[in-house]
């Protein structure tokens, strides 16, 4: 079975993590390409303008697969070279698909997201929480360190200080914290996080297509660019959107007094 079940509904599609048993755990085999095909799909729709991600019963991820750790198989078999290309090719897909989703992100956090797990949460561009969500850097309670890109983003949200504090003394911390943090920008009931994040996406998928997955590049690259260079980023963007109708159904309905209806052209 699939590590990710992809729904669409409308202009939303949902990834949901489908390993419950497991606490949604990762780094088996076919994980990687299991969610890049899943990340691929959307990308090629059209009609998804935005994606949520969750995971399927009481935990979001509980991380890498500690028993395949312990077994050595999967991501986490074979000799170092072998194991490193399983990062690369496997659970660096995982992310890296995630990551790089031209669309908007949500990830809606319904329980533990720890490790990987939660280095997988922060992929997204905007992380909502259960009350019962838990989060936790804990890869030097296994003699391991991040694997997954997690040193080069958990700073870029909570700040440096956190995200050391997080990883050097692997403390699990809980919804709240993690919103004074900023690890998160709302927390809900566990009943109410779909809901929350599907009214989430619906406020985002009402805006105009091409802009919008445009405006998530110019976010993204303005991580790591040079301010020159997001300025012509921002320039070259500019201009192809003033080309398109959806700019002029904008222009209209703010002097029409109306709300705009963007359909990606």
Known sequence: MS?????KSGSIA???LTRPDMMNALGQEGDGPAVAAACAEIEADPDIRVAILTGEGRAFSAGGDVKA????????????????NGYRRNIHMVVKSLYNLEVPLISAVNGAAI???????CMADVRIASDKAKFG???LKLGLI?????????????GNARAAQLLFTGDVIDAETALDWGLISEVHTPEALMD??????????VQPPQALRLAKTLLRHGQSASYDTIMELSAASQALMHETEDHM????????????????K
């Open 69 to 84: 750790m312990r077994d050595k198989t999967g991501a986490f078999g074979g000799s170092p070279n072998q194991i490193r």
């Open 137 to 139: 850097v804990t890869f």
């Open 249 to 264: 159904e904008g222009v209209h309905a703010i002097l029409e007094k109306r709300a705009p209806k963007f359909e990606g």
């Open 115 to 121: 490790g990987l797990g939660c280095d997988v949460a």
């Open 146 to 158: 991040p694997g997954d890109g997690g040193a080069w983003l958990l700073p870029r949200i909570v």
């Open 3 to 7: 590590v990710i079940k992809l729904e």
């Open 14 to 16: 949902t990834l949901t």
């Open 196 to 205: 929350a994040a599907m009214a989430l996406a619906e406020r985002m998928a």
